[in-house]
């Protein structure tokens, strides 16, 4: 019993020895960490304050502040301009290789080979000279063909009665031009003219040569005309009319000419290549009948389909190399 005894109290005493040993190792790390603490608190606040913001803040106010306001801004006035360019700005003038471009001849650089090959002329003085100015008023051929720097434009108009064809009007008279004024950018010129009282087809276009092409009686554009006349025409008439006569010392020839189809003798049809004015309603007057109606309804192989009176179409590329090939 006493051995028991003894022998637990032997252990809760050995208990005791180590829980108070670890707490005197709890109290002197507590001791070493607060005097490494002090320690380490002690020793910066010998060391002398300084701050390295401070710092800078001396050494910039020390050095002189630069003045960006007095710095020269590059002028660019002052760079040599070639005469080149002096040449173009005061004459308002293109190179003769970007007119030609602009044409729709060639390439830039394509033009300057055949500048220099003399397919170029302008104002009538061959042009080899590469970088050579021109004047959009001066007259430039390539290959003997006058060329235009603006965009080719071409506009059928189904011309209304009661609208002369003509640029301005001293009289304040209605122009075609009131009619196709939205139709272009670029200034477009009627081919050819019909008369106030005629209706149907009229073309416009900025292409000199195209313009020159199907006016000239050499090419022998044909139009078609339909004419309502004040009486039936007769059989003999007809023939005479197609057979060819004289008006006004000159042959006159039609290349077709016949009733239309299920209408009455009155409504003719006229296919003519002439160009001389008021043509038909003179041949109809000769014979002795008067034109109440004259309507164009085919030009250069152009009709009038789907183009209601007093509107206007821009003619599809197909329609325009057609023209070309007349």
Do not use: W
């Not at 007095?70 to 007119?99: A, C, H, M, W």
């Not at 080979?113 to 170029?120: C, E, L, N, P, T």
């Not at 000239?216 to 339909?226: A, C, E, R, V």
């Not at 239309?260 to 049809?269: D, F």
Request: glycine share 6%.
């Amino acid at each position: 019993m006493n051995s028991s005894k003894n022998s637990s109290r032997g252990r809760h005493q050995g208990k005791k020895t180590e829980s108070n040993s670890s707490k005197k190792t709890f109290s002197a790390k507590k001791k070493f960490s607060s005097s490494s603490k002090e320690k380490s608190k002690s020793d910066f606040d010998d060391k002398p304050k300084s701050s390295y913001r401070d710092k800078s803040k001396s050494d910039f106010k020390s050095r002189p502040k630069p003045n960006y306001r007095d710095k020269k801004k590059p002028d660019f006035k002052d760079k040599p301009v070639s005469d080149q360019v002096k040449k173009t700005s005061d004459s308002e003038g293109i190179r003769l290789n970007k007119y030609i471009s602009n044409a729709g001849i060639c390439s830039r650089r394509e033009a300057d080979v055949y500048i220099k090959a003399g397919s170029a002329t302008v104002n009538g003085k061959l042009v080899t000279e590469m970088g050579y100015q021109v004047l959009l008023t001066d007259e430039v051929r390539f290959d003997g063909s006058l060329i235009n720097p603006e965009k080719k434009r071409y506009v059928l108009l189904n011309k209304p009665k009661n609208f002369i064809t003509t640029m301005d009007d001293e009289r304040g008279r209605k122009t075609v031009m009131e009619l196709i004024a939205n139709a272009s950018k670029e200034r477009i010129y009627p081919v050819g003219r019909l008369d106030r009282n005629t209706t149907g087809l009229l073309l416009f276009t900025n292409d000199g040569e195209m313009a020159k092409k199907l006016t000239h009686p050499k090419h022998s554009i044909q139009k078609l005309y339909h004419a309502s006349l004040d009486k039936k025409l007769t059989m003999t008439d007809l023939q005479k009319i197609a057979d060819g006569f004289m008006l006004d010392e000159k042959t006159v020839r039609v290349d077709e000419i016949s009733y239309i189809l299920n209408e009455s003798k009155s409504e003719v049809g006229v296919k003519i290549h002439s160009g001389r004015n008021r043509i038909v309603r003179r041949i109809f007057e000769h014979f002795g009948y008067s034109v109440v109606k004259l309507d164009r309804v085919i030009f250069a192989g152009l009709t009038k389909k789907d183009l209601p009176r007093g509107r206007f179409r821009h003619l599809t590329e197909m329609e325009v190399n057609t023209l070309k090939m007349l």
